[in-house]
């Protein structure tokens, strides 16, 4: 039996943070729900294609709320906060 005690485990976020490095991100700092991390993560890769968001929504809220947590507003225009691995590398 698996029993969770609330508290998340704590990573230290520094930006830019690699794409592939925020999901894990997310879960620990943030929420330790799977699906609502998955989520969040996807309001982000949005945002790095250049997506704008309706402030006004709820959910939108929510997500960029959770992003802020981490130093990401995606209320602003993408400026390199999220790299790729790729990217990283050069």
């Known amino acids: 039996m ?4 609330g508290q998340k ?5 520094t930006l830019p943070i690699k794409l ?12 330790s ?9 996807v309001y982000a890769v949005q945002w790095r294609e250049g997506k ?18 981490l130093g990401i507003d995606i209320a602003k225009a993408y400026d390199g906060e999220l790299i790729s691995v790729r990217d990283a590398e050069r």
Request: net charge positive.
């Open 52 to 69: 704008t968001f309706d402030l006004a929504k709820s959910a939108v809220k929510v997500h960029r709320a959770r992003l802020r947590r």
């Open 33 to 41: 729900s799977v699906p609502s991390a998955n989520a969040t993560f």
């Open 9 to 13: 485990r704590k990573m230290t976020i």
């Open 20 to 31: 592939l490095d925020l999901h894990d991100a997310i879960l620990a700092e943030v929420t």
């Open 2 to 5: 698996e029993i969770h005690t």
